[in-house]
């Protein structure tokens, strides 16, 4: 009878080991499940505060990316105006050079000469007359 009393002993101290581990365990299981809780709000605050910015933050790249791309059309019709404008006055000296390299200098040095020639009498004569 002393071993089944030794035997209800054991067995009533390891159920009492059990009951501990177990209020132990439970304590632990709240305290992660408050825990949890607790992260879960976190998140769920700084998703609320996050997501309006984020959105503001889209829709003001949304705003400038339409504004570059206004910008961009107008370069690219600004460019091709300065194009067009390069090409006529290209050719417009072009043909300058060409009528200047026509132009024969030295009949044209010969003829002031002659003129000079010409009018030094005149306005030495002017310039006796009122002086």
Known sequence: MNAEYG????TEELLR????W?????????????????MALVILAALVL????????????????GKVDRMTASA??????????VLKNTDA?????QKLNEVDFE???????????AVRPLA????KLTG
Do not use: C, F, Y
């Open 50 to 65: 996050a997501v309006p910015k984020a959105v503001e933050l889209v829709r003001k790249v949304e705003t400038t990316v």
């Open 17 to 20: 080991q059990l009951l501990a």
């Open 93 to 97: 000296v072009t043909e300058t050079i």
């Open 22 to 38: 177990q209020k132990k365990e439970a304590r632990h299981a709240r305290v992660a499940a408050w825990v949890s809780v607790l």
């Open 107 to 117: 009949s044209l040095n010969n003829t002031i000469h002659n003129l000079d020639d």
């Open 124 to 127: 030495d004569l002017a310039r």
């Open 76 to 85: 690219q019709e600004l460019i091709g105006n300065a194009n067009e404008m």
């Open 7 to 10: 035997n209800a002993q054991n």
